[in-house]
């Protein structure tokens, strides 16, 4: 079984910066890809940055210019780090991973860390 297990988030003002980080564990032979994606109240989940066993790298429009998303290959973990913090990036943050093991590829999400971001 593979384990995700997600920490950095908390409460912040306007402005501020967070970082969040999400280790991947267990029988992995590879990752495709190691993301965030984010899912406000009465909202559906959306990408906020995915990074691709290729180096390459998409940010949503919303993360441009302010997130930036990195992974340590070596501990398998992805980090997100969050600058210029907005109200409207209150949300839970799931880690996401895209990852093949011996009996096949199987994406996995994390539990989940609380964003909320204070005017």
């Known amino acids: 079984q593979v384990q995700l297990v997600e920490s950095g988030g908390g409460l912040v003002q306007a402005g501020g910066s967070l970082k969040l980080s999400c280790a991947a564990s267990?029988?992995?032979?590879?990752?495709?890809?190691m993301g965030w994606y984010r899912q406000a109240p009465g909202k559906q989940r959306e990408l906020v940055a995915v990074?691709?066993?290729?180096?390459?790298?998409n940010y949503a429009d919303s993360a441009k210019g302010r997130f930036t998303i990195s992974r340590d290959n070596a501990k398998n973990t992805v980090y997100l780090q969050m600058n210029n913090l907005k109200p409207e990036d209150t949300a839970v943050y799931y880690c996401?991973?895209?990852?093949?093991?011996?009996?096949?590829?199987?994406?996995?999400w994390g539990q989940g860390t609380q964003v909320t971001v204070s005017s």
């Open positions: 267990g029988s992995i032979t590879g990752i495709n890809s």
């Open positions: 996401n991973v895209d990852c093949i093991r011996w009996s096949g590829r199987y994406e996995y």
């Open positions: 990074v691709y066993g290729s180096g390459a790298i």
